[in-house]
């Protein structure tokens, strides 16, 4: 089974110990690690990970999950291979991410794919989806246990976007990735790519004029303090998939097997809820200290409108079979 023992290569001396010592759990089975790339503060780790772990420990079902938050065991983009090596047994992965691997699975960060989190929530628990997740375990594999929402993603620049034409002539930041930069061409945005890690000093020195991103990632990362407006496009239902390892899938029992499933499961309204709260609170601080102005009549339907358009004449294959699945499903 997957311990600490197997990806000790992978994991910092806090984590080992951490590791080595069983988390205070007493329990003489697998130990199973669980990663992601987020701060502890953030609802996929305190409204997500941890309460998988925590239900696991309740369940008493014979094994027992550490947590990884913070991008302990690697990475973003390493961690997904590791867990298809089966060196990581769980991990939180985007949608777009997951694409490398396995390309449909990446439509799921098409912009305006899905209406809203229970439109997308719809389609993933519906039988539409089983082909994609067959798919997704043998190409990789690595298996989907469940979707988690990651909240809207909307525009921030030092004016506001509330029709496809206001993003004429902007240096928009995209994530360099096949689908996000498809949808940078399917809203009328000129893409351009900057890592992650340096979007603020991008948009400090105005190298870019703006980028998107949901509200607590636009929060956590200050860039209030560069752009002057949040204009709630909703352009994006973000997705994270919660994927495990065949391997370690395998080696649990039946009754582990339907724990670790509902654990994910039940947890998913928890974590939309946190994310959810989270949100609503960011903007009101907004809008009542004036960080940010809150652009609230962004004309969403012009631009979902323009978006289908777009993605029905160039998508093809796999990829637009799915996508006009995704809109068939109420």
């Known amino acids: 089974m997957n311990t600490g023992i197997r990806f000790a290569a992978l994991v910092p001396a806090a984590a080992l110990l951490l590791t080595a010592c069983g988390s205070g759990d007493d329990s003489d ?4 690690t669980f990663s992601n790339s987020y701060t502890d503060e953030h609802p996929h780790t305190r409204c997500g990970i941890e309460l998988v772990a925590e239900r696991v420990a309740d369940s008493d079902a014979g094994f027992s999950i550490d947590t990884f938050p913070g991008s302990q065991l690697g990475d973003n983009t390493e ?16 949608s777009a991410a997951l694409g490398s691997a396995y390309e449909p ?12 989190a229970d439109h997308m ?3 993933f628990d519906s039988e539409a989806s089983d082909d994609l997740k067959q798919g997704f375990e043998e190409a990789t594999g690595a298996k989907i246990l469940d979707v988690w929402y990651f909240g809207d993603r909307h525009f921030t620049a030092n004016q506001p976007i509330r029709t496809p034409d206001d993003l004429s002539g902007l240096r928009m930041r995209f994530p360099d990735s096949p689908i996000y930069l498809a949808n940078a061409e399917a809203m009328g945005a000129s893409p351009t790519t900057v890592a992650f890690e340096e979007v603020y000093m991008a948009l400090q020195q105005g190298t870019v004029d703006g980028q998107e991103n949901p509200i607590a990632t636009i929060d956590a990362d200050n860039f ?17 998939m919660i994927v495990v390892s065949g391997q370690t899938w395998e080696q649990l029992s039946e009754e582990q097997q339907e724990v670790l499933q509902e654990a994910v499961t039940e947890v998913r309204e ?13 903007l009101a601080e907004w809008e009542s200290s004036g960080a940010m ?12 409108d323009q978006v289908h358009e777009h993605f029905l004449s160039t998508l093809d294959g796999t990829e637009l079979e799915l996508y006009e699945a ?5």
């Open 29 to 32: 089975g697998p130990t199973l």
């Open 293 to 304: 102005e809150v652009v609230d009549d962004v004309n969403v339907d012009t631009f979902r």
């Open 105 to 116: 699975i990446g439509v799921f960060d098409a912009a305006y794919a899905f209406d809203d």
């Open 326 to 330: 995704f809109r068939n499903v109420g």
């Open 121 to 123: 929530f719809s389609f």
């Open 224 to 240: 209030n303090e560069v752009q002057s407006h949040v204009s709630l496009s909703g352009h994006q239902i973000g997705s994270q």
């Open 79 to 94: 961690t997904f291979a590791s867990v298809m090596s089966g060196d990581i047994d769980m991990d939180v992965q985007g």
């Open 270 to 282: 928890e974590n939309r809820a946190c994310i959810e709260e989270a949100e609503a609170e960011i």
